[in-house]
């Protein structure tokens, strides 16, 4: 089947496998390789990914079921060639080790924060709690996002 999906801003179009996972598309057809595939069973979150900024496991959809719509991956995250406030806190405060959980933790974020510029660290640890980390103990995760919350915050 052919299929169109905006990521990033930027059209892919290619004919594939009704089968095909979108968690595959994004990065064997697009090419975009900072989505990670994990566990394949919407387990782990680190396939996490915006579809009309809506925080979805791509490992859970098929890529025709995107046909036509926009995604965001953390390469789409970036604001004219600058970290975003999420990037920036993640950096700045220690938001991961490995980095294997960081593609899905980010998107993840970024939908929760459009919601809260205001979290408490309950609401924080409940937000990501369908994205699983195996190195940082999350509080490095936690302040991360309290951080880009209190940067976006004070930005408006
Ligand atoms: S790879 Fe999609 S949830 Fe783990
Ligand atoms: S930083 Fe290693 S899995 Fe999260």
Redesign the pocket.
């Known amino acids: 089947m052919n299929v169109t999906i905006n990521i990033n801003g930027k059209d892919y179009s290619d004919d594939v496998e009704p089968r095909l996972l979108l968690a595959h598309f994004i990065r064997e057809n697009a090419n975009l390789t900072g989505t990670h595939v994990g566990c394949d069973t919407t387990s782990c979150g680190?396939c996490t990914i915006l579809l009309e900024g809506v925080p979805v496991k791509s490992c859970t959809m098929f890529a025709v079921q995107a046909n036509g719509k926009k995604i965001t991956t953390v390469e789409g995250l970036t604001q004219n060639g600058k970290l975003s406030p999420i990037q920036e806190a993640f950096h700045e405060k220690h938001?991961?080790?490995?980095?294997?959980?960081?593609p899905g933790?980010m998107p993840t974020s970024v939908a929760f924060l459009k919601k809260n510029l205001n979290p408490s660290e309950d609401e924080i640890r409940w937000a990501i709690s369908g994205n699983?980390?195996?190195?940082?103990g999350y509080n490095g995760?936690v302040d991360s996002v309290k951080y880009a919350a209190e940067k976006m915050a004070s930005n408006q």
């Open positions: 680190v938001g991961l080790q490995c980095g294997f959980c960081t933790m699983l980390c195996r190195c940082t995760i």
